[in-house]
């Protein structure tokens, strides 16, 4: 297993990284700040915001687009899995171990930390930034020709994962990587999605399979 933060000797290359992820964080955190932020980062990484959304989508695609639309969702429920158990069970478990901020004795004296706890499990990558990319790329990929609005689901999961770092949970890096396995997984899904069942439609829209 790969240990980062542990005192161990790096790659000068990989070292870089780690300075540069190391100030971003302080940026974020520590100076980008404001108590209005405070308030809505904190309130972004709550479920009870984000799964009315999802569980929207799921009736939205099953009512609009019927048997195809139950497909979606299932097939949106995969791609979620998949990240989940990827970001959350293979990375974190055994792969990789980074010690979050809010346990890091180097952040102590200066961190912000705003969340209720502090996780014990690996900071890396970011389960939020790898399911919610996840998500977003396979609904624009499979939904962009219903509507131009599908293309917000791009900030929605970028400040849901931003919030994780400005409340001290992840590291820019976990988060950085996480968004990116995530939409790795959904280019997968979703071009298998497209492949089988085409892009999703409405009414008076043409079915596009690119």
């Known amino acids: 297993m ?11 290359f990989f070292q ?6 190391y100030w971003l964080f302080s940026r974020i955190n520590q100076a980008w700040i404001c108590s209005f932020l405070d308030t809505v980062f904190l309130f972004m990484r709550e479920a009870e915001l984000w799964i009315p959304f999802y569980l929207f989508l799921l009736v939205f695609a099953t009512l609009n687009f019927r048997k ?3 497909i979606w969702s299932l097939y949106f429920a995969m791609t979620v899995i998949i990240s989940d158990l ?3 069970h293979l990375i974190k478990y055994h792969s990789v171990f980074r010690l979050r901020p809010c346990h890091n004795p180097m952040w102590e004296d200066t961190m912000r930390f705003l969340a ?3 996780p014990v499990s690996s900071s890396f990558t970011s ?18 020709h219903t509507s131009p609005w599908w293309a917000l689901v791009f ?9 994780q770092v400005y409340v001290g949970v992840h590291y ?8 990116l396995i995530g939409a790795g997984i959904s280019i997968v899904t979703s071009g298998v999605f497209r492949s089988q069942v085409g892009t999703l439609s409405l009414p008076n829209h043409n079915l596009s399979h690119a």
């Open 86 to 88: 990827i970001s959350s």
């Open 2 to 12: 790969l240990l980062i933060d542990a005192g161990l000797p790096h790659p000068v």
């Open 68 to 70: 195809r639309g139950l």
């Open 116 to 118: 209720n706890y502090c």
């Open 155 to 163: 900030p929605w999961a970028f400040f849901i994962s931003y919030a």
């Open 127 to 144: 389960s939020h930034a790898c399911n919610h990319f996840a998500m977003a790329f396979f609904m624009y990929r499979t939904m962009k």
């Open 16 to 21: 870089k990284i780690l300075q540069g992820d």
């Open 172 to 179: 820019p890096l976990d988060v950085i990587c996480g968004g």
